[in-house]
């Protein structure tokens, strides 16, 4: 059963870089068919995706936030990771890591599934 | 970018009703549309994709229907674990985009 699990600092200040980790058990982040993904959730709010990364550092960004993320992969560990600069009290959230899963001969057919647990990031002095 | 839109926002439902969610698209997105549950401070959990294909272990009282740009989730016999907030996602192009959710509430 894969899992994946997310750590890293709950409260960040203000203009500074947010940096998360996503942990992979039970599978191999190295598989060539699957892409990871983060996605975050203001509290009370929606869902929001930010970027999705494969094994080999293939990366997409969502445009809202490109010129402000960075995500990677090291597959020695197995995990991934997120760093989100100058950060304000907008980028405050849950912040959810996913793999992405697809039908392999059907790209656009992908979906996140499963996701790790979330862990809150406040931005704040 | 595409803008998901659903509705109702939110629904009060009783145990046993047929619940109908909407989501549709600013514009088309095939059939790439998945469906996804979200109860209080969990993860969301995957429950259909491509529209209408149910994930393995989803209980079949769930389905889903439409494409290009209107699509519905059903649940025919809503049952007191499914009291939740639903979340559909397009994933016809970058980027990748959700609904703002429809909260499933106790009549």
């Known amino acids: 059963q894969l899992l994946l699990q997310e750590s890293g600092p709950g409260l960040v200040n203000p203009s500074e870089t947010l940096s998360l980790t996503c942990t992979v058990s039970?599978?191999?982040?190295?598989?060539?068919?699957?892409?990871w993904g983060w996605i975050r959730q203001p509290p009370g709010k929606g869902l929001e995706w930010i970027g999705t990364?494969?094994?080999?550092?293939?990366?997409y960004y969502n445009p809202s936030l490109t010129s402000r993320v960075t995500m990677s992969v090291d597959t020695s560990k197995n995990r991934f990771s997120l760093n989100l600069s100058s950060v304000t009290a907008a980028d405050t959230a849950v912040y959810y890591c996913?793999?992405?899963?697809?039908?392999?001969?059907?790209?656009?057919?992908?979906?996140?599934?499963?996701w790790g647990q979330g862990t809150l990031v406040t931005v704040s002095s | 970018d595409i803008q998901m839109t659903q509705s109702p926002s939110s629904l009060s439902a009783s145990v046993g009703d047929r619940v109908t969610i909407t989501c549709r698209a600013s514009?088309?997105?095939?059939?790439?549309l998945n469906w996804y549950q979200q109860k209080p401070g969990k993860a969301p959990k995957f429950l259909i994709y491509a529209a209408s294909s149910l994930q393995r272990g989803v209980p079949s009282r769930f389905s889903g229907s439409g494409s290009g740009t209107d699509f519905t989730l059903t649940i025919s016999s809503l049952q007191p674990e499914d009291f939740a907030t639903y979340y559909c996602q397009q994933s016809y192009t970058i980027p990748l985009s959700f609904g703002g959710g429809t909260k499933v509430e106790f009549k």
């Open positions: 996913a793999r992405r899963d697809n039908i392999i001969v059907v790209p656009a057919a992908n979906w996140f599934d499963p």
């Open positions: 990364i494969s094994y080999s550092g293939s990366v």
């Open positions: 514009q088309t997105i095939n059939k790439y």
């Open positions: 039970g599978g191999s982040i190295s598989s060539t068919s699957d892409y």
